[in-house]
């Protein structure tokens, strides 16, 4: 309303101007055309007011344009959100990082889309800064981080090596003869990074049947595994994972005894449940770190469950992910198995948590659950260049770059508030 009296007021001017001054007509017909040119632009470009905004550009521009919190405020959840275009992509390439293992390495095994590395996490209260490789490193020099856990514990520390690559080229400094465990040395920062191996966390023997493996495990519940836990004393952060070992046929020992079992219907053994097993084996793994004397001032982050994505079947019977898209929120619930595994996580770390104050250990979650159950799209599916399982696809793993690089976001912003650190 204001443009159009401020476009009244001068024709008024003008006519005023014509009774007046016949003489000074072309002053008023040049002054006359510059307010209709003015008036014809509000016209065109602006925004119609009865057309129709889809909600997810809505909900897209309103993140754009709302004052938002920072992520270290205390009222902020930045694991709650949703997935917005970002054109700008990953910080790194599959060409950039000589480290991309190959059956993470999708474009380099044919995978043509694209758009999947071109989204970014955005939380619905504050906004997640993505990963500074420099300021991360400088938060972290002189220590030791370990990622404890499956081969996707593996494959969000392969992440953490090529985003860190961009500002140091790390050096390989031990690998054992099956490549489980690794450690990598950043000789600037004097950062040490590693992958301690472990299906279970406590330990796990598989039964040998007839001379073979049966793929059936003996899980001792109140035994850790000492392939990780022997080498945490002198380790200053720890990502704790596991999930996906225990979908399959276990027996629970506990005390030396068995005391249920994981997938089977055996009359004289109680199935306790996928999620019994799972949550007593992060129990045992975190009160082993809490009570080890040598672990002094130790911060441990527990990665919750990163889901998988098989459609139309499940790993072994056809089941694959060909999605080239996020989810958009709203369209998919937490729920399930997945809400099961992640609440049972978050418990137990949050049990640990309160007991650790005591002894000056640090324990908090690492969130992931949410925002990957949105990101059916990042896995390599058939892009894994697996020489010994043709035909299958990867539902579990996550193609670097991708979706799983967001994990290191997530774990940048945690140590920036725990050092105190402002994220804006």
């Known amino acids: 309303m204001k443009s159009f ?3 009244s007021d001068m024709l008024h001017c003008c006519k005023k101007e014509r009774w007046l001054n016949p003489g000074r007509m072309a002053p008023i017909l040049l002054c006359s055309l510059f307010v209709t040119s003015i008036f014809s632009f509000f016209i065109l470009y602006s925004p119609n007011p009865f057309q129709a905004t889809p909600k997810q550009d809505l909900d897209q521009k309103n993140a754009m344009i709302q004052p938002q919190k920072a992520a270290d405020d205390e009222n902020c959840d930045v694991f709650k959100g949703y997935w917005v275009p970002d054109l700008n992509g990953s910080l790194y390439t599959n060409l950039s990082c000589a480290t991309i293992p190959e059956s993470k390495n999708c474009f380099k095994n044919g995978r043509k889309d694209k758009d999947f590395v071109n989204w970014r996490w955005k939380p619905d209260e504050c906004d997640l800064p993505k990963f500074d490789p420099k300021t991360f490193l400088r938060i972290v020099r002189g220590k030791k981080m370990a990622f404890i856990g499956d081969s996707v514990a593996r494959n969000h520390m392969e992440s953490l090596v090529c985003l860190l690559s961009k500002e140091e080229i790390p050096t390989d400094i031990y690998k054992d003869s099956e490549d489980r465990f690794r450690t990598w040395h950043f000789p600037y920062y004097n950062f040490t990074l590693m992958i301690l191996w472990t299906r279970f966390l406590v330990t796990g023997e598989e039964r040998i049947i007839n001379g073979s493996k049966s793929g059936v495990f003996d899980l001792h519940l109140d035994k850790v595994d000492n392939e990780w836990s022997q080498k945490i004393s002198d380790i200053d952060y720890a990502i704790i994972s596991d999930a996906h070992w225990f979908f399959r046929k276990l027996y629970l020992h506990e005390g030396g005894d068995i005391t249920g079992c994981v997938y089977c219907s055996e009359p004289n053994v109680t199935d306790r449940g996928l999620g019994y097993a799972i949550r007593m084996s992060f129990r045992t793994a975190l009160d082993h770190i809490n009570k080890c004397k040598e672990c002094k001032g ?3 982050f527990l990665r919750t469950f990163s889901p998988a994505h098989f459609e139309h079947g499940t790993w072994d019977t056809g089941g694959s992910c060909n999605r080239t898209g996020p989810v958009r929120k709203g369209e998919i619930q937490l729920e399930g198995i997945e809400l099961e595994l992640r609440n ?6 949050e ?3 309160k007991k650790g104050k005591k002894g000056g250990k640090r324990f908090q979650a690492l969130d992931v659950t949410r925002a990957m159950l949105m990101r059916p799209d990042g896995h390599p599916g058939a892009y894994w260049d697996n020489k010994w399982m043709k ?12 979706p799983i690089d ?3 976001d997530f774990l940048m912003a945690m140590l920036r508030k725990e050092a105190g650190l402002s994220l804006d």
């Open 406 to 408: 967001v994990w290191n």
């Open 5 to 7: 009296h401020l476009f």
């Open 344 to 349: 049972i996580q978050v418990e137990e770390i």
């Open 298 to 300: 130790i911060m441990t």
């Open 391 to 402: 035909g299958y696809n990867d539902c579990v793993h996550w193609c670097l770059p991708g």
């Open 351 to 353: 049990r640990e948590r």
